[in-house]
T-cell receptor, first 112, second 115 residues
Framework: NAGVTQTPKFQVLKTGQSMTLQCAQDMNHEYMSWYRQDPGMGLRLIHY???????DQGEVPNGYNVSRSTTEDFPLRLLSAAPSQTSVYFCASRPVGQETQYFGPGTRLLVL | KNQVEQSPQSLIILEGKNCTLQ??????????LRWYKQDTGRGPVSLTI?????NTKSNGRYTATLDADTKQSSLHITASQLSDSASYIC??????????????FGGGTRVLVKP
């Protein structure tokens, strides 16, 4: 199993550009989520999904969209990047009913 | 406001020494508390998870304690190794929904082990 994979590892955007952060898992986990991690702060939940076709907002959803067309993939879209979205983004997954999440390696995003 | 506070923010220890990290929380209702280890440039990896009824849990040289009455937890690292250099994150779960408990993450303690 590759676990949770994320691409790209690093990305530089200009303000106003759009992009999609990819996340995939091969563990057949129903629950997937996106977090952002900023210096000195805990991870904050952006969006999550409890299964294909079902998504919901987390703590900091503004400026981000998600979709879940398959169990394996959970892409995160930035519609119009802003400098405040400079952060490290982590995707995570777990089976419903199990507590421990499995995190991907992260995507470091810099918005100029 | 539900918060998870970790201390210290960072510490440096010599290889072979022990250290203890602290986590205080105000999250309620409480479901469980977890400690994660995050190596530089990597995603967090679970070390331990404790429910309300558990007051200690070990994973190799890592021992976590929980005092649910005072809402405090600690992570003790015994005989530190260079590979213990990482950030350690305390995460508290609230029991709201069956499918997606709400998690509150601490800011982490960055540990540097020097030879």
């Amino acid at each position: 199993n590759a676990g949770v994979t994320q691409t790209p590892k690093f990305q530089v955007l200009k303000t106003g550009q759009s992009m999609t952060l990819q996340c995939a898992q091969d563990m057949n986990h129903e629950y997937m989520s996106w977090y952002r991690q900023d210096p000195g702060m805990g991870l904050r939940l952006i969006h999550y999904s409890v299964g294909a076709g079902i998504t919901d907002q987390g703590e900091v959803p503004n400026g981000y969209n998600v979709s879940r067309s398959t169990t394996e993939d959970f892409p995160l879209r930035l519609l119009s990047a802003a400098p405040s979205q400079t952060s490290v983004y982590f995707c995570a997954s777990r089976p419903v009913g199990q507590e421990t999440q499995y995190f991907g390696p992260g995507t470091r995003l810099l918005v100029l | 406001k539900n918060q998870v506070e970790q201390s210290p923010q960072s510490l440096i220890i010599l290889e072979g020494k022990n250290c203890t990290l602290q986590c205080n929380y105000t999250v309620s209702p409480f479901s469980n508390l977890r400690w994660y280890k995050q190596d530089t440039g990597r995603g967090p990896v679970s070390l331990t998870i404790m429910t309300f009824s558990e007051n200690t849990k070990s994973n190799g040289r890592y021992t976590a304690t929980l005092d649910a009455d005072t809402k405090q937890s600690s992570l003790h690292i015994t005989a530190s190794q260079l590979s213990d250099s990482a950030s350690y994150i305390c995460v508290v779960s609230q029991a709201f929904k069956a499918a997606g408990n709400k998690l509150t993450f601490g800011g982490g303690t960055r540990v540097l082990v020097k030879p």
